[in-house]
T-cell receptor, first 115, second 114 residues
Framework: NAGVMQNPRHLVRRRGQEARLRCSPM?????VYWYRQLPEEGLKFMVY????????ESGMPKERFSAEFPKEGPSILRIQQVVRGDSAAYFC?????????????FGPGTRLTVL | DQQVKQNSPSLSVQEGRISILNCDYT??????FLWYKKYPAEGPTFLIS?????DKNEDGRFTVFLNKSAKHLSLHIVPSQPGDSAVYFC?????????????FGKGTHLIIQP
């Protein structure tokens, strides 16, 4: 009965390196959402994916950021050439289906620190 | 442009009393509202939600009220307990076939004092 799993929990990168954040949704959930929380801010929606499809990436920066949710395996949020401003907590959520009344369950987050 | 606003960054309430957390929104397309509770170093946990067709939803000690004309909702916790100390986020989503991403407020840090 595992919840949403995210790893790593903490990730330290130097400027210019790549960061890969992984998210395994709850069992039976096929919808994944990524959010970013900057210090002293609320969570900001980045991208919504279903298996093998990006449904909405309107909240994701156009450059350096990409996301995927392959047929097998976890969803990956990839940040290329990280900068200090990318330092934040990144949360993944999953839901069973799309719909106005479908609860999103959140993972514990990955805290990215860019040196 | 903050579409969901929580204007009180923090709130201190005595144990046993009522805690009232407020939230305002600007986007009339929002038709579903949620409250999440968050402890440090953890992800948000769903607390309670309300559809725009209702004005009240109750679950144990937690009640959410929605005033659509004022674009305002509030979360009432009664009686408040020490374990309620956390950051509370108000979130909203649009219905229909649009994106399911939630729009969050900045949060209110609730502190329950013994």
């Amino acid at each position: 009965n595992a919840g949403v799993m995210q790893n790593p929990r903490h990730l330290v990168r130097r400027r210019g390196q790549e960061a890969r954040l992984r998210c395994s949704p709850m069992k039976g959930h096929s919808h994944v959402y990524w959010y970013r929380q900057l210090p002293e801010e609320g969570l900001k929606f980045m991208v919504y994916l279903q298996k093998e499809n990006i449904i909405d990436e309107s909240g994701m920066p156009k450059e350096r950021f990409s996301a995927e949710f392959p047929k097998e395996g976890p969803s990956i949020l990839r940040i290329q050439q990280v900068v200090r401003g990318d330092s934040a907590a990144y949360f993944c959520a999953s839901s069973r289906r799309q719909g106005a009344f479908d609860e999103q369950f959140f993972g514990p987050g990955t805290r990215l620190t860019v040196l | 442009d903050q579409q969901v606003k929580q204007n009180s960054p923090s709130l201190s309430v005595q144990e046993g009393r009522i805690s009232i957390l407020n939230c305002d929104y600007t986007n009339s397309m929002f038709d579903y509202f949620l409250w999440y509770k968050k402890y440090p170093a953890e992800g948000p946990t769903f607390l309670i939600s309300i559809s725009s067709i209702k004005d009240k939803n109750e679950d144990g000690r937690f009640t959410v009220f929605l005033n659509k004309s004022a674009k305002h909702l509030s979360l009432h916790i009664v009686p408040s307990q020490p374990g309620d100390s956390a950051v509370y986020f108000c979130a909203a989503k649009k219905g229909g076939g649009g994106a399911d991403g939630l729009t969050f407020g900045k949060g209110t840090h609730l502190i329950i004092q013994p």
